[in-house]
C-alpha cells in the first residue's frame, strides 16, 4: 500500500515536498516513482529511484528542479520540488515497481498540486 501526502497550493517559484509512505510487502519491491496527471492530459512519468538508492532518472520536464529520495528506515518516498511552475500542477501518484517486473503495479491515491502564476 502507498499513501501519498503534501499537496497544496503554491505560488510560482515556491517549492513543496511531497511524501509517500509505503506499507506491505516492501521487500520485493525493486524501484518506486513518481507520476502526475493534470487536468485534461494523460498521466506521466516524474522520476524515480531503486528502493534500495541508487541514481534517480527523471524526466527532462523536471530535471534540475525536483529531486527523489527515499528513506528505507522509514519506508518513505520524497519528491522535493523547487521553482515550480503553472504547468506542475498536476494530481501526483507515487508508484512501486516489483522487483524484476518492469512495471509499476502498486500505486497511491495521489495528491493534488496546484501551482498559480
Known amino acids: 500500500q502507498l499513501q501519498a501526502s503534501g499537496g497544496g497550493s503554491v505560488q510560482a517559484g515556491d517549492s513543496l515536498r511531497l511524501s509517500c509512505v509505503v506499507s506491505g510487502r516492501t521487500r520485493s519491491i525493486g524501484r518506486v516513482g513518481w507520476f502526475r496527471q493534470a487536468p485534461g492530459k494523460a498521466r506521466e512519468f516524474v522520476g524515480a529511484?531503486?528502493?534500495?538508492?541508487?541514481?534517480?532518472l527523471y524526466a527532462d520536464s523536471v530535471r534540475d528542479r525536483f529531486t527523489i529520495s527515499s528513506a528505507n528506515a522509514k519506508n518513505t518516498l520524497y519528491l522535493l520540488m523547487n521553482s515550480l511552475k503553472p504547468e506542475d500542477t498536476a494530481v501526483y501518484y507515487c508508484a512501486a515497481e516489483p522487483v524484476a517486473t518492469g512495471r509499476y503495479v502498486w500505486w497511491g491515491q495521489g495528491t493534488l498540486v496546484t501551482v498559480s502564476s
Open positions: 529511484i531503486g528502493w534500495s538508492g541508487g541514481r534517480a
